[in-house]
């Protein structure tokens, strides 16, 4: 009761200015009558003074539309802030109104230089005409305005006698007097009471918010239990894994004292290791006697599984999709387009994203094989910015896939639509930072990657990595590897060349950025430009040499010897081979490696939430535009093999960033790796050699591939190791000595 008291005068404030504000006069009457009954305390009403002191803003768009002929927006104020009342039945207010319509008549005449625009002033006659036959028509009995009736019937009313008056700056000023004296007494000088601010500010922005945080909340509470239970299985995996490893470790020194190791051990082992029902019926099955079907078990156990427990998304009617998408309204293509980029991110890596990307391909989703003018890539000329870059989103998100880029390259204009929307987007948009990662995919295919170095936009990327800071970590590194991806060329190798100082100066500045992830991009495309004899020379002659003298000082092993690997062509003086020009005959089929990457940040960053009640994402698609049988199941091409290079030297083939990070930097994880350690082992001094079972090849065969559960047992010799894709474990034989220790 306390706190009421305390504030109560403010609180009764409020309420008398909010009552006087919409003209309750006998309710405040009453009300005042009321507190002073009371004893209640009320403050006297502020602002009252301010009435006369100064023009009201109100006034002031009123005087400012006056003067400058804006007849439109003048009676729109007018009537909005000039009361009925006034108007009908104040004969001041009337004729002040005719005259206004007089001023705004003439204005053309009065105001033009030369002849007025015809379409204009026939519009403004046209307008005082209808005032003339509607409400103007009650003062057509008054002598004072009876020749102004005339007025529209006029052909030079700047010459006749009757009208001569009104195209004098005298009747103008009059009439500005008139109007500034008649807003003076008309319009109030209210401010918006403290009670309508609060109600606005605390009410409706309260439950636009709370909306939206419910929204979020759901989302959160989703993704939450979704990696709980990822976190849950992954722990009790590892922990599985951590016993059996040890268990493995103890054979190992049992092994190393003679001890033999039974069959049906190792079968148990392996049923520990893959506890899922069918997979404990593989491990039963398979003859343990024999001879490297233990590792054979591994690698058909470890294989990536078929997802048969995992239920392909429902058919779209993609005809209804594609309408939409074109007719519908902005934030409804909005929503579409985020919702199908997220049935692609979101599948499961196999048969599901396999046929939700067959299905987009084979109902043509993107009209990439349409030349109508009003396709679904037009989406990325939309004057909608958020249209946009939910469109680039998209794109990237099927540059992603190998046989999402085999579809976009079938439009032949679509490179050239990357291209305008990278040279016109602001560089901090997403929707330049999604265009540029499209276009980088787009530089893993022979013929695409010809286009963009004929387009020059080698030049363009040049010009843009010359000042880094505006970038961010994304585009820089797809900036970076795209020019890269283009050097490698020898059509992009002369681009080049044409401006090498220039190319030069920004690859040495860029060797020591801070974003040590653009350093092999930065490595490859110096290795490749140093190809070409002028380069090199060019290269001398800024003193190249000393400044990767400078970095190789500084540098991990791996960047070092790439940088030496640099030195050594720097100094080559091998002439240009004429013969490098085949490298830019276009293949008729145009393979390249399977770079299959969903990075996190194609969904990062969402500008666009569902507001209550809103359908978004897979349930849009469900409710609205469920179809029947638009799925196409199709066996997925088996595109060129990756081949991998020694992480000794710089890149030497297209790659782009988010796969380069997650495989090609792991060269130790693919079988050919497995094949190259096994002879470093059989190399090594007999005293160094592990004893397995009797069998050395099963060595070779522990080794998995990336794509499968990261087990890998590796034997070297001391202070070597093998490196693995998530949990890294390294045995080092010492003679008469087993150590465990993880590798960093």
């Known amino acids: 009761m306390g706190d009421i008291l305390a504030c109560e005068a403010e609180l009764l404030g409020l309420v008398r200015e909010y009552l006087d504000f919409a003209e309750f006069e006998e309710t405040v009457k009453v009300f005042t009558k009321e507190c002073k009954i009371k004893g209640k305390p009320l403050p006297k009403p502020a602002g009252v003074s301010s009435r006369d002191s100064k023009a009201l803003p109100v006034q002031k768009d009123l005087l400012t539309a006056f003067e400058n002929g804006e007849q439109k927006v003048f009676f729109q104020l007018w009537e909005e802030h000039i009361s009925s009342s006034v108007r009908d039945n104040e004969p001041v207010a009337q004729k002040l109104e005719f005259y206004l319509h007089i001023h705004f008549a003439t204005y053309l005449l009065k105001h033009s230089m030369g002849k007025p625009d015809k379409a204009e002033l026939e519009e403004r006659i046209s307008h005082f005409k209808t005032y003339l036959e509607t409400k103007g028509a009650a003062l057509s009995q008054t002598t004072e305005f009876l020749p102004f009736y005339a007025l529209p019937f006029v052909p030079n009313p700047m010459v006749h006698p009757s009208f001569k008056e009104l195209f004098q700056d005298s009747w103008t000023l009059d009439l500005r007097t008139r109007l500034e004296k008649f807003l003076s007494l008309t319009v109030k000088a209210r401010q918006t009471p403290r009670l309508l601010t609060l109600f606005k500010e605390n009410g409706q922005c309260n ?6 945080l419910h929204q979020q909340l759901v989302e959160s509470e989703h993704r939450t239990m979704t990696y709980l239970k990822r976190f849950n299985k992954m722990q009790v995996d590892y922990h599985n894994l951590i016993g059996v490893t040890a268990e493995l470790v103890d054979s190992l020194e049992a092994t190393v004292s003679g001890k033999m190791i039974t069959p049906e051990y190792l079968q148990s082992v392996c049923v520990r290791l893959f506890s899922n029902q069918m997979r404990q019926s593989v491990a039963h099955s398979i003859d343990f006697t024999r001879p490297g079907t233990a590792s054979t078990m591994l690698r058909a156990s470890l294989a990536p599984v078929k997802m048969q427990d995992v239920p392909l998304l429902p058919s779209l009617d993609y005809e209804k999709l594609k309408k939409d998408l074109i007719t519908g309204n902005d934030r409804l293509k909005a929503f579409l387009l985020q919702a199908l980029r997220w049935r692609l991110t979101t599948s499961y890596p196999g048969e599901q994203r396999d046929t939700v990307l067959q299905a987009y391909i084979s109902n043509d989703l993107l009209d990439c094989h349409s030349s109508c003018q009003r396709s679904v890539l037009k989406l990325l000329h939309s004057k909608s910015e958020v249209v ?28 050239r639509m990357l291209e305008e929307r990278l040279k016109a987007e602001d560089k901090d948009s997403l929707t330049w930072e999604n265009v540029l990662g ?29 000042d880094t800071d505006c970038l961010s970590d994304y585009t820089l590194e797809y900036s970076v590897a795209l020019l890269m991806n283009l050097c490698l060329r020898s059509a992009g190798k002369k681009m080049c060349a044409r401006i090498a100082n220039h190319v030069l100066k920004v690859l040495s500045d860029l060797l020591g950025h801070e974003n040590h992830e653009i350093q092999p991009y930065v490595n490859g495309a110096l290795y490749s430009i140093l190809t070409i004899p002028s380069v090199r020379e060019e290269a001398r002659a800024m003193g190249m040499e000393e400044i990767l003298h400078c970095f190789i000082k500084e540098g991990n092993a791996e960047m070092i010897r790439q940088i030496e690997f640099i030195i050594k062509q720097l100094n080559s003086e091998e002439p240009l081979n004429d013969s490098i020009v085949s490298d830019d005959e276009e293949e008729e089929e145009d393979e390249e490696e399977d770079h299959d990457i969903m990075e996190a940040d194609l969904d990062k960053d969402e500008v666009l939430q569902p507001q209550l009640g809103e359908l978004a994402g897979e349930k849009l698609l469900t409710t609205e535009y469920l179809g029947i049988m638009t799925h196409t199941p199709k066996t997925k091409k088996k595109l060129f093999p990756g081949v991998h290079q020694s992480i000794d030297e710089p890149l030497q ?29 059989q ?17 070779s065969d522990l080794c998995i591939s990336p794509s499968s559960l990261e087990l890998a047992l590796c034997f070297a010799d001391p202070g070597a190791g093998c490196k693995t894709l998530g949990h890294t474990v390294g045995f080092w034989l010492k003679p008469n000595e087993w150590l465990q220790k993880p590798l960093k």
């Not at 439950?207 to 939206?212: G, I, N, R, S, V």
């Open 207 to 212: 439950k636009e918010m709370l909306q939206h």
């Open 388 to 415: 946009r870059q939910y469109m680039a989103r998209l794109i990237n998100a099927f540059a992603s896939l190998a046989e999402g880029r085999v579809y976009l390259s079938q439009n032949p204009t679509l490179l």
């Open 438 to 466: 499209a276009l980088q995919k787009f530089s893993l295919r022979r013929a695409l990657q010809s286009a963009m170095i004929k387009d020059g936009l080698i030049f363009w990327l040049v010009d843009v990595l010359t």
């Open 653 to 681: 083939r297209p790659v782009t960033p988010g796969y380069h990070r997650t495989v090609y930097l792991m060269p130790d994880n693919d079988t050919s790796s497995c094949h190259d350690r096994d002879e470093k082992l």
């Open 683 to 699: 190399s090594l001094p007999s005293g160094h050699l592990p004893i397995c079972g009797g069998s050395r090849s099963s060595i």
